[in-house]
């Protein structure tokens, strides 16, 4: 079982920087990959950024591939989700997650393991 809190999310202009973190409890954290997700009301979950339980592989989404940066330290039980050059269209609710399984990493149901989510609101 493994519980994850973010943190990180606030308020920032357009172009600025946001870096939101994903502690997780429990002592296998290293043995999951993790993935960020964000939620507008009324939308669907979209896939963000996925690493897997090393951190040497990464993927993300299109929208936000050269902006953000997904990392993780497995020492300290934590994934990271950095974010540059903001955008207004990146206001959203953002979750981390986690799997030990396989599945495609851009579907949020391949995850078993999820946080209650940070908002981000990106002023234009």
């Known amino acids: 079982q493994v519980q994850l809190v973010e943190s990180g999310g606030g308020l920032v202009q357009a172009g600025g920087s946001l870096r939101l973190s994903c502690a997780a409890s429990g002592r296998t954290f290293s043995s999951y990959a993790m993935g960020w997700f964000r939620q507008a009301p009324g939308k669907e979950r979209e896939f963000v950024a996925h690493?897997?339980?090393?951190?040497?592989?990464?993927y993300y989404a299109d929208s936000v591939k050269g902006r953000f940066t997904i990392s993780r330290d497995n020492a300290k039980n934590t994934a990271y989700l950095l974010m540059d050059s903001l955008k207004h269209e990146d206001t959203d609710v953002y979750y981390c997650?986690?799997?030990?399984?396989?599945?495609?990493?851009?579907?949020?149901?391949?995850?078993?393991?999820w946080g209650r989510g940070t908002k981000v609101t990106v002023s234009s």
């Open positions: 690493a897997t339980w090393s951190g040497s592989i990464t």
């Open positions: 997650a986690a799997r030990n399984r396989g599945g495609s990493y851009y579907v949020d149901r391949s995850y078993d393991y």
